[in-house]
Every structure is written in C-alpha cells, then in structure tokens.
C-alpha cells in the first residue's frame, strides 16, 4: 500500500484543513498542466451557446446536429478543465468554490424531475464527454496536481447523479487503479452509492434471462470494486504518524458507508451450483471481529458495517440467513454501550463539570443505528421462511432503543447489562451466514 502523504490527505479526505493550508503544498509558477483555455470560456458564452446547453439539460429543447454535439463538448471542458488553472482559479478559494458551484448548478437542475423526463438524450450526449474530460483531469500527476485532482475528485458524486452507466465505469475504473490515490478514491467510492441499491441475482428464476443476467454483471463489478477497496489490508510501521492511520481508518469507513447503499447480503449466493459472488456481508461480519483487518478497524468503522447489515434488504428466495448479522449488530450495540457510558462520565456526568468534549458523535450515531434497526425489522418481518429472525430483531430493539434513545439526549439512563442479557440470546446455533455456503470475507492485498 503506498504511504500517505500526510496534511494534504487528510484535508482532502474529510476537507478539514483549510484552503490556506492546501495552497503552499503546491506553490509553483504558471499552468504547468493547465488544460482548456480562456477562448473556450469565451465560445460558450457566446451565441446564446449556455443558453442553449441550459435548455437542453433542462429538456426544454432535445439536442441535434453537429452544433448540439459541438455545445456539449464546450460545456465539458469549460466545466471540468477551469479546475486545472492554478493562475487564475485555484489561488482564489471563492473562484474555485464557484467553478465547483456551477458544474454543480448544472447537475442540480438536470437532475430535476421534470428535467428527468425530457432531457434524456442530452445526459446520453454529454455523460461519456464529462467522463473524457474528468479522466484528463484525474489522470495528472497528483504530486504537482493536487489541487486539480482532488477538486475534479470532489465532484465525482454529482457527476454520477446523472446515472449514465459510462460514469459508474468510471468510478468503477478509478477504485480499482493502484495508482490513483485514495484522495481521488474516496469520492469514487461516494459516486457509486447513485447506482444503489444493487439486487441480488435469483439464479432460479433469472437464469437465462439476459436482461437480469446482464443487470448482474454490471453490479457485481461495482460491488466488487467497493469490496476489494475495503478489504485493503495496510500494516503500518511503528514510526507511521498515527494521522496517516487515521487518514487510513478514515477512508475504510467511508467506503464501508458507500458500500451499506448497496443492499444486498451478496450479488450471487448459490447454493445449488456452490457460487458465492460480491459477497458483501461477510465484510460487514469481519469488520465486526477483531483481528480480521489492519490496521484495526475502530468503532466508528464497526458502527458502518452494522449500519451495513442492519440495511440488507432480506430477498424470500435469497439463502442469506440473518440471525447471524442481527447476533452481531446486538453485539455491536453492547459495545457502543460501554464506550458510549464510559465517555459519558468525562464529558457529562451526573452532578460533574464537563471535562471533554465526547470521543465520538454519539447523538449522530445513535439516530442512525435506530434508522438502521427500523429498517432491519422491516426488512424480515415478512419472512414467512425465517420468522425466527424477526423475533430477534424484536427482542433486540427494545434495550436497543434505551440506549440509542438515551445517546440522542445526551444521558444515561438505561440498563447496559440488559442490554447484554438479551443479546446473549440472540446467538445462533449455527453462525452460517448463507445457506449450504461457507464463507470467508476476503482478506485483501
């Protein structure tokens, strides 16, 4: 794994440095790698030609001819390429925070409903230049190009908002190349959760049936690349600064986050011909065990993959079997509830001064688990075939929501150990994770 390289990652990755701080980092004279030109800015102002694009993304008018195709390809360059001028954009933070703002004015009223149904052909027309031109940018040299690259990555959710398959490949593309840096990597990550949820394949009833066989390729390669992007194992030396495991730790949890959007225990789980393929709860189940990733995940990053596990959607046909995710989420729980108790007697014990701020966002924290726990119960209170795992998610939730209920107010009034008492019920006899398949979540390189 290649190393971090320190303040500007950080920055880039949880933009928590200021734009001051990022600037000194790549001090140098000119547009070196400057791409586009003024005279492009110019072209498309001209002629009612931003008019024009406007109304075509908007669907007010359909694009065609040569003029269209030659207004779209201004767009992607003047929207994309300005990110690259060091001169002139990148040493204003409010110019570069308005070259992001218009690309992102532009998505935002393209993706309108009523934008939606009419301006088909115009997102089929500009989709694979913006993929052209936001890979010129992306594949710079990122050590003299940094500012280019990360705010070109920045942008990379709202690009996918237009849900053109080209630009899943992309992303898809940029998580898989060793030699894009994890900056870039982060927001590919982000960009993906616009192509969820993914559904999982029925190999009985859609064998054969090219539409669904083809739906499933195409999700397993994106899965798969959220996984493998996860699964990274990195063992830092003892001199490593432990910002640069953090900067680590931090980009796992983000795409742990990304990958919960997809939804589904595993693209194919088949028993039958023994295929197990983008197997994405057995990572969440590994996150959850220690030992099994390093550097250790923490318990922001455990929290993602029982966040994770609490949003599989249970399919009637699927061989997922939940008991063992729900065991885990409980255990999960009884952790969060001894950090979260323990944190509590320093920032805000009964009758104390408080002494600290809180380790973690706890109120945050605990309004998602109790999103993630709803959705949980929804998704198996249907399951005529495993009904046992409803009445887990039942017997889970009402100690559950004590805590979580009592973190959102900041106090501490429940019963960790009953909590405790519960979930030490909730183990199943059998930790198989799907039916007549073994299972082992991937270790990574």
Not at 423 to 439: H, I, M, W, Y
Request: proline residues 6%; hydrophobic residues 45%; charged residues 30%.
């Amino acid at each position: 794994m290649r190393c971090f390289s320190r303040l500007w990652l950080v920055a880039a990755l949880g933009l928590l440095l200021t734009w001051a701080a990022l600037v000194p980092a790549q001090v140098r004279p000119g547009d070196a790698d400057k791409l586009g030109s003024k005279a492009d800015v110019d072209e498309f102002n001209g002629n009612n030609r931003r008019l024009d694009f406007d109304n075509y993304m908007k669907g007010i008018r359909t694009p065609s001819g040569d003029e269209a195709k030659k207004v779209f390809e201004l767009a992607a360059r003047v929207y994309v390429f300005r990110l690259t001028w060091f001169d002139s954009i990148q040493r204003s933070p409010e110019l570069m925070d308005k070259t992001r703002g218009d690309f992102k004015r532009v998505i935002g009223f393209a993706t309108l409903p009523d934008s939606v149904k009419n301006n088909q052909d115009a997102v089929k027309l500009w989709s694979p230049m913006l993929v052209a031109v936001f890979k010129q940018v992306l594949d710079l040299p990122i050590e003299k190009n940094r500012l280019s690259c990360l705010n070109a990555a920045i942008l990379l959710p709202d690009l996918a908002k237009l849900k053109h398959p080209e630009i899943a490949d992309l992303l898809v593309t940029l998580l898989e190349d060793p030699k894009k840096h994890d900056a870039i990597k982060i927001w590919a990550a982000q960009g993906l959760t616009e192509f969820f949820p993914a559904v999982e394949f029925d190999v009985v009833q859609k064998k054969g049936d090219k539409a669904a066989e083809q739906r499933k390729e195409t999700e397993l390669k994106r899965v798969n690349a959220l996984l493998k992007f996860v699964t990274r194992q990195w063992s830092p030396d003892k001199d490593t600064p432990p910002r640069e495991v953090d900067a680590f730790r931090y980009v796992r949890r983000m795409a742990l986050k990304a990958l919960a959007d997809a939804r589904v225990p595993a693209i194919v789980a088949d028993p039958k011909g023994q295929k197990l393929e983008g197997a994405v709860a057995p990572v969440f189940l590994a996150i959850l065990e220690k030992g099994r990733y390093s550097p250790e995940p923490t318990l922001a990053e455990r929290i993602e993959a029982a966040i994770g596990i609490c949003r599989i959607q249970v399919s009637a046909t699927s061989a997922y079997q939940p008991n063992e995710g729900i065991y885990r989420v409980g255990t999960l729980l009884v952790e969060v509830a001894d950090r979260y108790k323990n944190d509590y007697n320093q920032f805000g014990g009964k009758g104390a001064q408080v002494k600290s701020v809180p380790i973690l966002p706890w109120k945050h924290h605990a309004k998602r688990l109790q999103v993630a726990l709803a959705e949980l119960g929804d998704s198996v209170k249907g399951d005529v075939l495993r009904t046992d795992a409803a009445e887990n998610v039942r017997k889970l939730s009402n100690p559950a929501l004590q805590l979580l209920g009592a973190m959102q107010r900041h106090e501490a009034n429940f019963s960790a150990k009953d909590l405790a008492d519960v979930v030490n019920t909730l183990r199943p006899k059998s930790a198989e994770v799907f039916k007549g398949l073994s299972t082992a979540a991937p270790s990574g390189e």
